[in-house]
T-cell receptor, first 112, second 112 residues
């Protein structure tokens, strides 16, 4: 089944403890993105990647890192999480630039 | 810069009522416009899109027309069903299709 998977789906952590949220797609898509969803703000793009080893900042990249070492994976790294990074995170992928984005199921993160 | 503004919800309608969800945008260049739908506990799914002025996107009875003169992309449906209950997001992509900007979302509740 073609899909975007994220792990974990739920995570509670404490301030300053490094964490990684994984994102994987099995559709051989070139483009991948990370978003965060907050009430009243909709989705905001954190980072995007156009291909392996090619990434760029979205609207709200501060406090996040990404890497794209393989085409199928695009992990989101929070080196030192803070409470203002408590949010619902979505990964998305698309095959080519102008094609439909497919979203993962989301990761709900709580930083205490 | 680029931004999307959509009407606040929730919007509550009876089954078979007419739906309009307003969306206006600010953008440089030639953006593409999208409506996404999010069902409870799920990621976003593309509902429809329009890539140039005067284009009409349509899907599952929903329609939206890209109006450059009024910078709008309002979502309409002639007769809503209970199964249409969800959160609807208006979004735009920059002309390079790399960055995406989302509105804050409008929750639609349809009562039988």
């Amino acid at each position: 089944e073609a899909q975007v998977t994220q792990n974990p789906r739920y995570l509670i952590t404490v301030t300053g403890k490094k964490l990684t949220v994984t994102c994987s797609q099995n559709m051989n898509h070139e483009y991948m993105s990370w978003y965060r969803q907050d009430p009243g703000l909709g989705l905001r793009q954190i980072y995007y990647s156009m291909n392996v080893e090619v990434t760029d900042k979205g609207d709200v990249p501060e406090g996040y890192k990404v890497s794209r070492k393989e085409k199928r994976n695009f992990p989101l790294i929070l080196e030192s999480p803070s409470p203002n990074q408590t949010s619902l995170y979505f990964c998305a992928s698309r095959r080519r630039l102008r094609e439909t984005q497919y979203f993962g199921p989301g990761t709900r993160l709580l930083v205490l | 810069g680029n931004s999307v503004t959509q009407m606040e919800g929730p919007v509550t309608l009876s089954e078979e009522a007419f739906l309009t969800i307003n969306c206006t945008y600010t953008a440089t260049g030639y953006p593409s416009l999208f409506w996404y739908v999010q069902y409870p506990g799920e990621g976003l799914q593309l509902l429809l899109k329009a890539t140039k002025a005067d284009d009409k996107g349509s899907n599952k009875g929903f329609e939206a027309t890209y109006r450059k003169e009024t910078t709008s992309f309002h979502l309409e449906k002639g007769s809503v069903q209970v199964s249409d209950s969800a959160v609807y997001f208006c979004a735009l992509s920059d002309q390079n299709f790399n960055k995406f900007y989302f509105g804050s979302g409008t929750k639609l509740n349809v009562k039988p």
